[in-house]
């Protein structure tokens, strides 16, 4: 399989890199044919340091002269539709960092596209694949089985001087686990925001109450400048309480789930005890994205983690991003 990637910024050098260098020892049929970059020297460093065969500083030269076997694109979302769109409708498989364009039309567009010829691809919503947050989703499985739905989910995204205007491009990631864990779409939601104009034009802390399609009530906490990187997120059942903390941080440096019934302990795990996650990009899902990506194209399956699937994350994105204070939403 002839592997193309677009855009080596750092989420390409520090996670998608180590990952497909795993991937290759696991699967040695996986060539790393090309990889671009609008900045050449950044482009010649990739190469050299994940093996790949050549390097362009033009992507569209390189689909045409490598003709891949599939193709990651990890470009900022003000790239990503235009090029997705050309790639989906050529039929190449496709990975996509998320989000896939900044509002809800964008995403439509890439899905019409993925349409004209089927072609195979993956949002990258890596928090879908961290492997405490699909253990914390399992544990809601056998919990609504047998007692009872969820009551409610709290999740807490805190980062420290993230000042850009841009902070929606990573709040996403809390819209879109908050989905995941809960197996079911937004209902309804209302937004509040704290601004922080002396630290920049579009700082502040968002936080937003909901209710999903099933019933669940949600409560989000988006701060981008606390004092700590951390998400977080405790769900509630009947007699049962699951608290996860999924990215290493001062409190947890490996990471916390913890399953509580009736004030017992029932499970009280962290990634020093999971296979496969002992470095942060398996850890915080970027491996498992990747392998089931890959492994979809080689046996031609369809990969998890579709532009229909990303729709809703990315409309609430959008509401993040132009301020509006509620939404209920189309179901």
């Not at 807490?156 to 996403?172: K, V």
Request: negative net charge.
């Amino acid at each position: 399989m002839k592997l193309c990637v677009i855009g080596l910024g750092w989420v390409a050098d520090a996670m998608h890199g180590p990952a497909y260098l795993k991937y290759r020892k696991e699967n040695p049929g996986l060539e790393l044919t090309a990889c671009c970059d609008i900045d050449a020297e950044k482009a010649k460093a990739y190469q050299n340091k994940f093996g790949f065969l050549r390097m362009y500083t033009e992507w569209d030269k390189m689909l045409e002269t490598e003709n891949p076997d599939a193709v990651c694109l990890l470009t900022p979302p003000a790239q990503i539709t235009v090029i997705a769109e050309k790639i989906l409708s050529s039929g190449i498989p496709l990975l996509m960092e998320k989000p896939p364009g900044e509002a809800k039309e964008d995403t439509l567009r890439l899905i019409e596209a993925a349409k004209i010829k089927g072609t195979p691809h993956l949002v990258a919503f890596n928090r879908r694949y961290c492997p405490l947050i699909i253990k914390m989703r399992e544990i809601s499985a056998s919990l609504s089985g047998g007692s009872g739905s969820m009551q409610s989910l709290q999740y807490n995204m805190f980062r420290i001087g993230r000042t850009e205007a841009e902070f929606f491009i990573t709040a996403i990631h809390a819209v879109d686990t908050v989905r995941y864990i809960c197996d079911s779409d937004y209902k309804s939601l209302s937004f509040k925001y704290r601004s922080y104009q002396e630290l920049g034009e579009g700082v502040s802390d968002i936080h937003i109450h909901g209710t999903m399609k099933d019933g669940t009530v949600v409560t989000l906490n988006i701060c981008p400048v606390a004092g700590i990187n951390s998400e977080s997120a405790v769900m509630h059942f009947h007699d049962h309480s699951i608290y996860v903390d999924h990215i290493g941080t001062a409190l947890y440096p490996d990471g916390r789930l913890v399953h509580v019934h009736n004030n017992s302990t029932v499970l009280n795990i962290n990634y020093a005890d999971i296979p496969d996650a002992g470095e942060r990009f398996e850890r915080e899902g970027f491996y498992c994205e990747n392998k089931l990506f890959f492994d979809a194209v080689l046996t031609g399956k369809t990969p998890p983690g579709s532009l229909e699937s990303a729709l809703q994350s990315v409309e609430i994105a959008d509401c993040i991003r132009s301020r509006k204070d509620k939404i209920v939403m189309q179901l």
